[in-house]
């Protein structure tokens, strides 16, 4: 039987790739995570300027008059998930707003689609309540 080659260079030690392939997915967790604390410090130093619009449709869905963003992170994502250019990762902590971030779109462009996944049953009836009183048309496909 002839030797057995190996694809990897000889320097590398095969208990590092175990344990690469072992923890691969927190590791990219962990990178995403830094990525977006280095982002956020980043837009942080920008001034922010909130578009008339956006104020006015969370306003309308939030039905207040006087109400703002949350937070500075979810002032910055609108414009990016409305402009449809990049992919958008968001992360944010409970309670932060991540829920307007998907319910704006259809408030500012009503000709276009948005399909959300929500994996808790017990935010579905109140996230289709919440929407259907902004006389955005809902619907629920259970599968």
Not at 90 to 100: E, N, R
Not at 117 to 129: G, Q, T
Request: with cysteine; charged share 15%.
């Amino acid at each position: 039987m002839p030797p057995r080659t190996s694809l990897l260079p000889s320097n590398i030690n095969v208990r590092y790739l175990y344990f690469f392939a072992t923890h691969g997915f927190w590791l990219t967790i962990l990178l995403l995570v830094l990525i977006n604390f280095l982002l956020s410090c980043i837009l942080s130093l920008s001034p922010l300027a909130i578009l008339p619009a956006h104020l006015i449709a969370l306003r309308t869905l939030l039905g207040d008059p006087t109400a703002s963003f949350r937070s500075r992170e979810q002032a910055l994502a609108i414009p990016l998930i409305m402009d449809r250019k990049l992919d958008l990762l968001v992360i944010m902590p409970t309670g932060m707003g991540k829920s307007v971030l998907f319910s704006l779109p259809p408030l500012l462009e009503e000709d276009k689609l948005t399909i959300v996944f929500v994996p808790l049953v017990a935010l579905v009836a109140d996230h289709m309540r919440r929407l259907t009183e902004c006389g955005i048309s809902v619907a629920e496909w259970q599968g």
